[in-house]
């Protein structure tokens, strides 16, 4: 049967703090609004879209990530792309990395190849 996390060993477990969990999901509310912030612009203007996927396509990552940061998010953005979509992965601005956000997007669908 799998198991989505090890298990921990049986014994005496560290008091519960959840100080660091609470502070973790507050950050991640704020990179679910810098994410809605660029969803909302890739869908709806067609032009972004097509400047996004442009520079993608010719490889030019630091085009990408301008025209991201350009919307005003705050989150630090890595960015990811084939032939097939993109990646972005929202990380907060702080040296702290609590916490995470990937969204991934198709703009490609290849046919299946019938050798």
Same mark, same amino acid.
């Given at each position: &049967?799998?198991? %989505?996390? $090890?298990? &921990?060993?049986?014994?005496?477990?560290?008091?519960? +703090?959840? !100080?660091?969990?609470?502070?973790? !999901?507050?950050?991640?509310?704020?990179? &679910?609004?810098?994410?809605?912030?660029?969803?909302?612009?890739?869908? *709806?203007?067609?032009?972004? /879209?097509?400047?996004? &996927?442009?520079?993608?396509? *010719?490889?030019?990552? +630091? *085009?990408?990530?301008?025209?991201?940061?350009?919307?005003?998010?705050?989150?630090?953005? +890595?960015?990811?792309?084939? %032939? +097939?979509?993109?990646?972005?992965?929202?990380?907060? $601005?702080? /040296?702290?990395? #609590? #916490?995470?956000?990937?969204?991934?997007?198709?703009?490609?669908?290849? $046919? $299946?190849?019938?050798?």
């Amino acid at each position: &049967m799998f198991t %989505p996390f $090890p298990r &921990m060993p049986a014994g005496p477990y560290p008091p519960i +703090d959840p !100080a660091l969990f609470s502070q973790s !999901a507050a950050t991640a509310q704020t990179l &679910m609004n810098d994410a809605a912030t660029v969803l909302k612009k890739l869908a *709806e203007s067609r032009s972004f /879209a097509a400047s996004v &996927m442009s520079a993608a396509q *010719e490889g030019k990552t +630091d *085009e990408v990530k301008r025209l991201i940061r350009s919307l005003g998010i705050r989150s630090k953005t +890595d960015v990811y792309f084939n %032939p +097939d979509g993109i990646r972005l992965t929202l990380s907060p $601005p702080g /040296a702290f990395p #609590c #916490c995470q956000l990937v969204i991934g997007l198709r703009w490609n669908v290849f $046919p $299946p190849f019938h050798g």
